[in-house]
């Protein structure tokens, strides 16, 4: 049994359960709803299909958490982005090479364009690794219309890989958005995820959020 961790979801975050994925698109367009976001009649389903093509496999890869971002853009609209959470086994038992051996895997691939890719401290962990790289459009699903929804857009990608305290395991913690345009401030949102990562049960995190927000909130 993988051991817990805690962490804060930012406001605006809404957490899918990956049991049970059967009407997500409604339960999506109803959350925007009361949030004051669903806009158009045609806005709020093809954000709540925009977040479930970016959901695609992640429950087949281990993925532990998931949760879909609806927030309100500087143009009134909608950004969407998916947050998600696993664990992996790396081949080092050191925290820090753990966590660098983990992101290097994402800034030495050779379908996207790396942004950044540094060391980062966290108050959890001694040494954590930031990796951000735009990624080219998906291929085409042949019609699926969850896929079609991000049609030609690029996709971009923030992984914060967070060693535990001892052994060759670790946290990686990864914002996807076809929003690339707001990559600084969706960076921004993922340390501050990581910033509240805590493996000690004795103090999780406990944060009440507003009921709306907009990206610019969510990066101070």
Not at 20 to 35: E, K
Request: proline fraction near 9%.
């Amino acid at each position: 049994m993988t051991d817990p961790c805690w962490f804060h979801l930012p406001p605006g975050f809404v957490e899918l359960d990956l049991d049970d994925v059967d009407g997500l698109t409604q339960r999506l367009c109803d959350d925007m709803n009361a949030l004051g976001m669903g806009g158009t009649a045609l806005q709020a389903p093809h954000a709540a299909s925009t977040a479930l093509r970016m959901f695609g496999d992640l429950r087949e890869h281990g993925t532990m958490f998931v949760a879909v971002g609806l927030h309100a853009d500087t143009d009134a609209g909608v950004s969407t982005s998916v947050l998600s959470l696993s664990e992996v086994m790396v081949g080092t038992c050191t925290s820090t090479l753990a966590a660098a051996h983990c992101g290097l895997r994402l800034a030495g691939t050779d379908f996207g364009t790396i942004r950044r890719r540094e060391l980062v401290e966290l108050p959890c962990s001694t040494g954590s690794a930031l990796v951000t790289c735009t990624l080219p459009p998906p291929p085409d699903m042949g019609g699926d219309p969850a896929a079609m929804a991000t049609g030609s857009q690029e996709v971009f990608q923030a992984r914060l890989c967070v060693p535990r305290p001892s052994g060759p395991r670790v946290i990686v913690i990864d914002l996807t958005t076809t929003a690339v345009e707001f990559c600084d401030e969706y960076t921004e949102i993922l340390m501050g995820v990581g910033r509240t990562v805590t493996f000690e049960p004795s103090a999780p995190p406990t944060v009440s959020p507003p009921p709306r927000s907009t990206l610019s909130d969510l990066a101070l």
